[in-house]
């Protein structure tokens, strides 16, 4: 199994603040995924990178996966409660997803 | 309905009690998945179908067994649970391509199990 560490667990900003959460592993990965969970529902998929040093961006949201493959950042601009909900990054072979524990974000106005 | 749907929404079972997951695809997907999801531990894959076969088994104990009667419909048959299994068991389907690196994965809402 493949581990992916999360951090923060838990982060709690002022709406407007910009911030930053990591997903980090000694393995290396053929992608990594992102998503967003809200409460009483299942995750939904915010992004998926393939390629070392790729960034991409979804409005406010931009994802970077590193270099050598072993790590990826999210990092939101100008945060609205809209964005608060667990953030779930999942690496691995297409059909063994593993997942990190999350980051649990809430913004408040 | 549309994308990923899962029934019942919320489940409370004794140990010795019998009872079933469902959930239904609307997306056209060929692929399947059972994940948990229990406080502090990230979530985990239990079993995956594709094209109606059962692909990937994590290591589950018995007392889950799952079935996939089409590429649409998955259940997942529960008996004689213990209280650990306490949950949120999701739901996924993805279109899997032989050429392509990654698949999206689109989750329903969850059933609450807990288990008295």
């Known amino acids: 199994t493949q581990l992916l560490e999360q951090s923060p667990q838990f982060l709690s900003i002022q709406e407007g603040e910009n911030l930053t959460v990591y997903c980090n592993s000694s393995?290396?990965?053929?992608?990594l995924q992102w998503y967003r969970q809200e409460p009483g529902e299942g995750p939904v998929l915010l992004v998926t990178?393939?390629?070392?040093?790729e960034v991409k961006k979804l409005k406010r949201l931009t994802f970077q996966f590193g270099d050598a493959r072993k790590d990826s950042s999210l990092h939101i601009t100008a945060a609205q409660p809209g964005d608060t909900g667990l953030y779930l990054c999942a690496g691995g072979p297409m059909r063994a997803l593993n997942f990190g524990k999350g980051t649990s974000l809430l913004v408040t106005p | 309905e549309t994308g990923v749907t899962q029934t019942p929404r919320h489940l409370v079972m004794g140990m010795t009690n019998k009872k079933s997951l469902k959930c239904e695809q609307h997306?056209?997907?060929?692929?399947m998945y059972w994940y948990k999801q229990s406080a502090k531990k990230p979530l985990e894959l239990m079993f995956v179908y594709n094209f109606k076969e059962q692909t990937e088994n994590n290591s589950v104990p018995s007392r889950f067994s799952p079935e996939c009667p089409n590429s649409s419909h998955l259940f997942l048959h529960l008996h004689t649970l213990q209280p650990e299994d306490s949950a949120l068991y999701l739901c996924?389907?993805?279109?899997?391509?032989?050429?392509?690196?990654?698949?999206?994965?689109?989750f329903g809402p969850g059933t609450r199990l807990t288990v008295t």
């Open positions: 393995s290396v990965f053929s992608s």
């Open positions: 990178v393939v390629t070392g040093g």
């Open positions: 997306l056209g997907h060929n692929a």
């Open positions: 996924a389907s993805s279109q899997e391509y032989r050429d392509r690196e990654a698949y999206e994965q689109y």
